[in-house]
């Protein structure tokens, strides 16, 4: 069977999961479908997925990558099952063949437990394979934190991947392995960096602390010594005098508000600026830049609650007509790019996460007036 060998850096807690399912189902024969979109790490889990089977003596493993032309025939005839093991056999790229292939496959009973890998689409070519689907996960935020802090520990120890960055990676990549690979690789200047950085701030830190403690103690010590006998004595002077009450008036200050008494600090209270208007917020926007939808509601009372109960700087509530109805929305802050605006998305409390908040162009918004 074709199989390459790679070096696994981080298997998710989920993948692990299907794995220990994998290991429970195998003795019992029948199959599994594991679904993910195209580039999820299907070839890869498969890889790992062999290496933890492999490790019981009792267990053999077979992977196929499968092609158009590949017949029911042509497969069986790859391995031999040993009645005395639990046989797994691995079928890769299952949507490239024919339907009646699979079909035939997974109804011949030759104790032979089939692992089916593909994308979603195939269960509608082979209904059959619904009785036994299951979804491989993508990659969630510490996934891919750990894959990334994985990675560069093989290439340098001493890189350090500030989680903030890691989750920027996670919602560019969507989750998807090989594109957190791709996208660390393209930022690894980057993290180099911010760890060099780290680093020397630390040690610029360290001096600068033992500098300044060896200097206040110089200091305290040339005043002891070298302090005037006679200040000295007019601070012992001072200091054995009663209080005295001074029998001078405060001294006044003219001010266009009155009169205040010396010693008071005036503020000029600067001119509030008029708040932007929703049109005004909007129109100086980026179109490129995104904010984001927290609310839609046809009543305006409904939306207006719900925006006040917020209390969110940078809110706003606007009208849109949609398919002649007027809904009124609420909207809040503005962002680069959707990696921050997701992460502003999760910093938000449960009950307005209830509301299913969503990510809107200020394209889209502007287009819409």
């Known amino acids: 069977m074709e199989h390459v060998d790679r070096k696994l850096i981080h298997v998710p807690d989920s993948w692990m999961r299907l794995i220990n399912l994998i290991k429970m189902q195998a003795s019992s024969g029948n199959f599994i479908f594991l679904e993910a979109p195209f580039a999820a790490g299907k070839s890869t889990f498969a890889e790992i997925l062999i290496k933890k089977l492999t490790i019981n003596d009792e267990v053999e493993v077979f992977y196929q990558k499968l092609h158009p032309l ?23 790229d299952a949507a490239e063949v024919e339907a009646t292939v699979l079909e035939k496959l997974i109804s011949t009973n030759n104790d032979s437990y089939y692992v089916i890998l ?45 989680l ?11 989750g998807f392995p090989a594109e957190i690979i791709k996208i660390g690789e393209r930022l690894s200047d980057k993290f180099k960096r911010h760890s060099s950085g780290v680093k020397s701030f630390d040690i610029a830190n360290k001096g600068i602390f033992s500098t300044a403690v060896l200097l206040i103690g110089f200091v305290v010590l040339a005043t002891y010594l070298f302090w005037p006998s006679d200040k000295k004595d007019d601070k012992n002077n001072v200091q054995n005098q009663p209080n005295q009450i001074s029998n001078e008036l405060p001294i006044n200050i003219e001010s266009s508000e009155g009169t205040v008494d010396a010693g008071e600090l005036l503020i000029e209270q600067g001119k509030k600026d008029k708040p932007l208007s929703f049109n ?3 129109a100086k926007q980026d179109p490129e830049h995104y904010t984001i939808q927290l ?8 939306a207006k609650s719900f925006k006040d109960k917020l209390d969110l700087a940078d809110s706003y509530l606007y009208p849109v007509n949609i398919n002649a109805q007027l809904q009124y929305r609420v909207v809040w802050g503005v962002y680069p790019n959707r990696a921050r605006a997701q992460l502003a998305i999760q910093s938000l409390p449960a009950e307005i996460l209830k ?12 287009e819409e007036l």
């Open 70 to 92: 590949v017949t029911t025939d042509s497969i069986l005839s790859q391995f031999a099952v040993n009645p005395a093991l639990t046989s797994v056999v691995i079928l890769d």
């Open 118 to 162: 593909s994308e979603p689409e195939l269960v509608n070519r082979v209904p059959r394979l619904q009785n036994s689907r299951f979804n491989l996960p993508l990659f969630n935020k510490q996934d891919c934190h750990k894959l990334l802090s994985k990675m560069y520990q093989f290439k340098d120890p001493t890189i350090e991947i500030p």
């Open 164 to 174: 903030l960055e890691s989750e920027l990676v996670y919602y560019e990549s969507k």
């Open 280 to 282: 005004e917020w909007v």
């Open 295 to 302: 609310y839609s509601n046809p009543l305006e009372f409904d």
């Open 355 to 366: 509301q299913k908040p969503w990510l809107r162009s200020f394209k889209s918004i502007q």
